[in-house]
């Protein structure tokens, strides 16, 4: 890992920004850190991470205040990564599906997901092995956000991370509702009930699935940009419970 900027925002919280060999990727931590702190590694949908900063610096931030350190790292094919024409192509399937008004086919949804899924799962881990090496930073590991099946999978395969908050807001593999029965650890779901480009019942079936005995659906009216404030609040509450 090789740190290549490094600003204080508003005083309270350090950002820099660093790479991991090709992946590029920021860090923010509480200013002032006395022992080593607890990680969310924030997840975002493969928009780039210029474009997703303003959410990403929002939700590190409060994840300063409540004094964990904040993690996204840039996801294959975002970016200034090198694009996969397979993923492409169905990225324009699914563009035609929906303009079309027609269901997304299975098809178009794995190759769509599994990719990025089989790709970003590895980088995600590699990505914690180096900052677990950071002296401030000392584990436990939350997830937050982002793509819902990169989120099944490494709470799968990844040990470390001992909670995490999901957003059904994506497509979802048939693959991936398999693996949700593998997840245990405490889970915070959030769901925009009037979602346009999310299917309300795969959401729904996908969390009866979830196997975590502790596992909790925060459901609010208005579409997909329409996330009410408090429920970032609510996501604080629920990593302040499993991180301290």
């Known amino acids: 890992m090789r740190f290549t900027t490094e600003q204080r925002l508003d005083g309270d919280v350090l950002e820099r920004k660093f790479a991991l060999g090709e992946i590029p990727g920021i860090l923010w931590t509480p200013a002032s850190i006395s022992a080593p702190v607890p990680l969310i ?13 303003p959410r990403l610096v929002a939700r590190a931030c409060q994840a300063a205040a409540e004094g964990f350190a904040a993690a ?14 397979a993923v492409e ?12 008004g027609e269901p997304v086919s299975d098809e178009i ?3 769509l997901v ?7 799962v590895p980088e995600s ?11 401030e930073i000392g584990g436990p590991v939350g997830y937050s956000g982002g793509v819902i099946s990169v989120g099944i999978r490494l709470a799968v395969v990844e040990p470390r991370i001992v909670a995490a908050g999901l957003f059904a807001g994506s497509f979802v593999p048939r693959l991936m509702f398999e693996q949700a029965r593998q997840v245990t650890i405490p889970l915070h779901v959030l769901l925009q009930w009037d979602d346009e480009s999310n ?3 795969a959401a729904l079936n996908l969390f009866d699935d979830f196997g975590s005995k502790e596992k909790t659906l925060h459901a609010n009216m208005g579409g997909h940009t329409g996330v009410p404030w408090y429920a970032g609040e609510d996501a604080g509450r629920f990593f302040a419970r499993h991180l301290r």
Do not use: C, N, T
Request: cysteine-free; glycine content about 8%; aromatic content about 4%.
């Open 41 to 53: 590694l924030l997840g975002h949908p493969p928009l780039g991470l210029r474009r997703m900063y």
């Open 72 to 85: 996204a790292i840039e996801l294959p094919g975002s970016g200034d990564r090198p694009r996969w024409a």
């Open 109 to 111: 949804i794995d190759a």
């Open 89 to 100: 192509q169905a990225r324009v399937g699914l563009r035609r599906a929906l303009e079309a």
């Open 199 to 201: 299917d309300r019942q």
């Open 125 to 135: 881990q590699a990505a914690l092995d180096a900052l677990l090496s950071l002296p």
């Open 114 to 120: 599994r990719p990025l899924v089989d790709k970003a």
